[in-house]
């Protein structure tokens, strides 16, 4: 049987009159990394606000069978929330440090700051940190506690290529650890590469949960690009073909039906050359959702 890390039950939360999240059901069990995705202002920051006990809740949230907040929640949980601490004449490491010390199961520092590759900054001012910079310091943070359930709200927002290479090979050493995760990012590409579930949160609902591959499912657009020097076609006429595209020897297919469209174009025209099949990806299909949604809106 799965252990269960976070139950929700119909969590409603307002600020004042205006309703944030509105009936939320949530099971998430050990070792999952789910994949929390919406626009801004759809309520993701303020779910984990009330996950870590930040915002009040009643009793139909548990976050390691207990009360979110609890002591022993606050020692299992590692966060990386939006908004980096910086205090005044602080350096890198004496932040860190203190840090250590609020848990009984720290992991060492000198490890962490090697592997984040933070120790020719060490000695730095957090005042002094770039933007991605001290992204890594509070993902240092989060590490520190040896947590078994890490909040990950926009992570990698300001690192560089190298910095958010070393991020998310951190967090597959975290997965091969069994550790639990919830990853907020507007970097759709790097969620779906690391998500066992996502979840979708528009306007304060959940309107979808899954894999990757039965949200793409739902969203069946393949696109097929292809070389053809021949005049004689008619893929348009191809089954499952929603919109064609030429330039001069270069065609790309869309269709609703990927794999019947590639058959019968193989049949028909087998001199084409060049092919490429690629399906929707979670960025595409995220902006779709987000459009149709707009657009019922307006209906």
């Given at each position: ?102 848990y009984n199961n720290a992991n060492p520092l000198e490890s962490i700051l090697i592997k984040l590759n933070l120790v020719p900054h060490r000695r730095k001012f957090l005042k002094e940190l770039s933007g991605g910079l001290m992204r890594r310091v509070t993902f240092a943070q989060a590490l520190l506690s040896n947590p078994d359930l890490l909040f990950l709200d926009e992570p990698t927002v300001g690192m ?140």
């Open positions: 049987m799965m252990e269960q890390i976070i139950s929700i039950e119909n969590l409603s939360f307002s600020y004042g009159k205006n309703e944030i999240i509105k009936g939320l059901n949530l099971s998430v069990n050990k070792g999952e990394i789910i994949g929390l995705i919406g626009e801004n202002g759809a309520g993701k920051t303020t779910l984990l606000n009330i996950l870590l006990g930040l915002l009040p809740s009643k009793k139909n949230v548990q976050v390691f069978g207990g009360h979110p907040g609890s002591l022993l929640a606050k020692q299992k949980i590692g966060s990386m929330l939006q908004g980096d601490l910086r205090l005044s004449n602080v350096r890198v490491e004496e932040f860190l440090e203190e840090v250590a010390m609020q560089d290529a190298q910095a958010r290479h070393i991020f998310w090979e951190s967090i597959e050493e975290l997965r091969e650890q069994g550790k639990t995760m919830i990853i907020t990012s507007h970097y759709l590409e790097e969620i779906q590469q690391v998500a066992s579930r996502l979840i979708v949160l528009q306007a304060g609902k959940f309107t979808f949960e899954g894999t990757l591959k039965e949200l793409q499912a739902l969203h069946k657009q393949t696109t097929i690009s292809i070389t053809s020097e021949s005049e004689q076609h008619n893929f348009a006429e191809l089954v499952g073909v929603v919109n064609v595209e030429e330039s001069g020897s270069q065609v790309v297919i869309k269709s609703v039906d990927g794999d019947r469209t590639l058959k019968e174009l193989l049949l028909k025209y087998p001199r084409v050359s060049n092919i490429t099949v690629e399906h929707e990806t979670l960025e595409k299909i995220f902006l779709q959702m987000t459009t149709d949604r707009g657009n019922s809106k307006n209906d």
